[in-house]
T-cell receptor
Framework: DAKTTQPPSMDCAEGRAANLPCNHSTISGNEYVYWYRQIHSQGPQYIIHGLKNNETNEMASLIITEDRKSSTLILPHATLRDTAVYYCIVSLSLFGGYQKVTFGTGTKLQVIP | KAGVTQTPRYLIKTRGQQVTLSCSPISGHRSVSWYQQTPGQGLQFLFEYFSETQRNKGNFPGRFSGRQFSNSRSEMNVSTLELGDSALYLC??????????????FGSGTRLTVV
């Protein structure tokens, strides 16, 4: 499995953009970058995923560097409800094989009023 | 559509007992994965089932087992419970159908406490 490295914690002011980095220097060419978040005592929630191109949906934007060795999840206007642990995962697409999907320890994002 | 349903939500068991947890995936999803989450170890992969067959297994002792039924519902069993098995057990389902594959959808988990 490709490994990811994330900062253990970050703070962000409410209303500002939250930029969460992730390093995945050993990612292989056919592995995707997935982001999930987990609000206390709930199951993780899918946010976004991408392969090479930047992606945007109603929740967030995903910026992947050209060499694909790192990525950044952007929450454009953080709210208190975005306080959660954010996990960056690299994996074959779930359609691409039965690779174990490994979650690291994630980044605990605290949105401050 | 209905999400992933895990039952029971909370469970208290005594050391040495066994426990069975249940997971009903999203309708049409054929893959079910199980994770254990503890404060110290984070989310740890247990196993994945697809079409009633175990496709992948994490590094857990043989006391942890699972199965999947023809309707894709899955159960996991832990025998001879130990205090260290106290955790949140999460189930995730996926369609594994390519174009609409947006990763996992998790249930709310079963909180197991071993005393």
């Amino acid at each position: 499995d490709a490994k990811t490295t994330q900062p253990p914690s970050m703070d962000c002011a409410e209303g500002r953009a939250a930029n969460l980095p992730c390093n995945h220097s050993t990612i292989s060419g056919n592995e995707y970058v997935y982001w999930y978040r987990q609000i206390h005592s709930q199951g993780p929630q899918y946010i976004i995923h991408g392969l090479k191109n930047n992606e945007t949906n109603e929740m967030a934007s995903l910026i992947i560097t050209e060499d694909r060795k790192s990525s950044t999840l952007i929450l454009p206007h953080a709210t208190l409800r975005d306080t959660a642990v954010y996990y960056c995962i690299v994996s074959l697409s779930l359609f691409g094989g039965y690779q174990k999907v490994t979650f690291g320890t994630g980044t605990k994002l605290q949105v401050i009023p | 559509k209905a999400g992933v349903t895990q039952t029971p939500r909370y469970l208290i068991k005594t050391r040495g007992q066994q426990v069975t947890l249940s997971c009903s995936p999203i309708s049409g999803h054929r893959s079910v994965s199980w994770y254990q989450q503890t404060p110290g170890q984070g989310l740890q992969f247990l196993f994945e089932y697809f079409s009633e067959t175990q496709r992948n297994k994490g590094n857990f002792p043989g006391r942890f087992s699972g199965r999947q039924f023809s309707n894709s519902r899955s159960e996991m069993n832990v025998s001879t419970l130990e205090l260290g098995d106290s955790a949140l057990y999460l189930c995730a389902s996926s369609s594994r159908q390519g174009a609409e594959d947006y990763g996992y959808t998790f249930g709310s988990g079963t909180r197991l406490t071993v005393v």
